[in-house]
């Protein structure tokens, strides 16, 4: 099984800041993989598939980048909506989801 | 407009048999590469995708989770049911239905999700 490791697991940054979060995998997956936000309570919410193409609707200040084992999703501008957990998760090999990062207000 | 709605027991004992129903709308499942999955989230835990059938009938299992997991779909109901044995308290999760519209995609679309507990 493809294990997907999210770094750091808790971030903590203010509004109009740029922030990264990182996943790595276990083994080569492409482009295969994708980003979710998810806040208390909620399904979480598609951001980006295929490593870097944003899901309609999502705004710009979203984006995602990387092939093979090493992924980023990039937050500029960080909004107050943008607060919430990031979770990456990969469908080259059957599906597998990272352990999730919180982003938290600074 | 796609739409999923998950569906079944709220609570279930230990040992029982759960069977959820995922019934969804705006796609069919008789659609080339479309297919439907069963996720799950422990309350302040991570997402595990449980198994997910495609359009021709093929279907992917958890690998833990294989042996205690049935997923079938009824094309002409718009459903995908999803059936796990031998429930236990370590099951308690919110489940949800989830949807890609080819495979090349991520979990586009999702229900709400259905909170399951188990006990006795």
């Known amino acids: 099984d493809i294990q997907l490791t999210q770094s750091p697991s808790t971030l903590s940054a203010s509004a109009g800041d740029r922030v990264t979060i990182t996943c790595r995998a276990s083994?080569?997956?492409?482009?295969?993989l994708a980003w979710y936000q998810q806040k208390p309570g909620k399904a979480p919410k598609p951001l980006i598939h295929?490593?870097?193409s944003l899901e309609s609707g999502v705004p710009s200040r979203f984006s995602g980048s990387g092939s093979g084992t090493e992924f980023t999703l990039t937050i500029s501008n960080l909004q107050p909506d943008d607060f919430a957990t990031y979770y990456c998760?990969?469908?080259?090999?059957?599906?597998?989801f990272g352990g999730g990062t919180k982003v938290e207000i600074k | 407009q796609i739409t999923l709605k998950e569906s079944g027991p709220t609570l279930v004992k230990p040992t029982q048999t759960l069977t959820l129903t995922c019934t969804f709308s705006?796609?069919?499942?008789?659609?080339?590469?479309?297919?439907v999955g069963w996720i799950r989230q422990p309350p302040g835990k991570a997402l595990e995708c449980l198994a997910l059938?495609?359009?021709?009938?093929?279907?992917r299992y958890s690998t833990s989770l294989r042996s205690r997991l049935t997923i079938t779909k009824d094309t002409s109901k718009n459903q995908v049911v999803l059936t796990m044995t031998n429930m236990d308290p370590v099951d308690t999760a919110t489940y949800y239905c989830?949807?890609?519209?080819?495979?090349?995609?991520?979990?586009?679309?999702w229900g709400q999700g259905t909170l399951v507990a188990v006990s006795s």
């Open positions: 989830t949807h890609r519209r080819e495979t090349a995609d991520g979990f586009a679309y």
């Open positions: 705006g796609f069919s499942l008789s659609t080339s590469g479309v297919s």
């Open positions: 059938i495609y359009w021709d009938d093929d279907k």
């Open positions: 083994q080569s997956i492409s482009t295969w």
């Open positions: 295929k490593a870097s």
């Open positions: 998760q990969q469908y080259n090999s059957y599906f597998s």
